[in-house]
């Protein structure tokens, strides 16, 4: 009989470090063999290729409360989104509030951080930002340059306007929002090119999309003033 019982005691403890061992098995191949997350309720796994056939989306429990943050850190790219259909977004921002910002790019201050870079390689456009009636880009420095260019730079308010040998002014009307002529609009007319005895006299706004050239005589040849309107 204490044959027996000492086989059940054996028996029993066989049996719960078999258990034992069973769970660590399991947790051990559950780490070494992490299935990609997938649409309809699984977990997103760190450090592992998560996809997806739906959207996944990273919010706080209460739509609320919009002061919390999900902070990603990476070695090469915190954030990288890529998009390969037509007309796609690889990152888009969005904001609603009053005095709102869809994205902000901070750097630590030093002079060879770069808060936003853009690239378009070999051609297209590296920004393109559009606004109804507001500013499309507003740039400021207060010891720097508010802006630097290097190349061409191509202004939609500016033009050329052919004089024939004895006139001496010629009107341009610009038609649209964007070429709104204003009392604080400064427009700068010059000949291109050589005119001995020959200027520009002056420039006289009529209305808000009119302005009219005149020169301080009768054009000798054909002469071509070249303008750009600013504010």
């Not at 066989?14 to 061992?21: E, F």
């Not at 040998?165 to 341009?172: F, I, L, T, W």
């Not at 001995?196 to 009119?210: F, H, L, M, P, S």
Request: aromatic share 6%; glycine share 16%; charged share 15%.
């Amino acid at each position: 009989m204490d044959d027996v019982q000492k086989l059940g005691r054996i028996g029993r403890r066989a049996l719960v470090a078999g258990g034992a061992a069973g769970a660590v098995a399991a947790l051990g191949n559950a780490v070494l063999h992490i299935e990609p997350a997938e649409a309809g309720g699984r977990n997103l796994v760190l450090g592992a290729l998560n996809e997806a056939g739906g959207s996944t989306r990273l919010y706080t429990p209460s739509f609320s409360n919009y002061n919390q943050n999900v902070f990603l850190n990476g070695s090469s790219g915190s954030v990288v989104g890529s998009n390969q259909k037509a007309d796609g977004v690889g990152v888009a921002g969005f904001a609603s509030g009053q005095n709102g910002t869809a994205m902000t790019a901070t750097t630590d201050g030093d002079s060879s951080t770069i808060g936003l870079r853009a690239t378009s390689d070999p051609e297209g456009i590296a920004i393109d930002a559009h606004t109804v009636n507001g500013a499309g880009t507003r740039t400021a420095s207060t010891g720097g340059y508010a802006i630097e260019i290097q190349g061409r730079a191509v202004f939609s308010r500016s033009g050329k306007v052919t004089f024939r040998a004895g006139q001496s002014k010629r009107s341009v009307t610009r038609s649209g929002g964007q070429n709104y002529i204003g009392p604080a609009t400064i427009i700068v007319a010059t000949i291109q090119g050589l005119a001995g005895g020959t200027w520009v006299a002056g420039v006289v706004r009529n209305g808000n999309q009119k302005f009219t050239i005149h020169l301080n005589q009768t054009a000798p040849k054909q002469l071509v003033v070249g303008w750009v309107a600013i504010n």
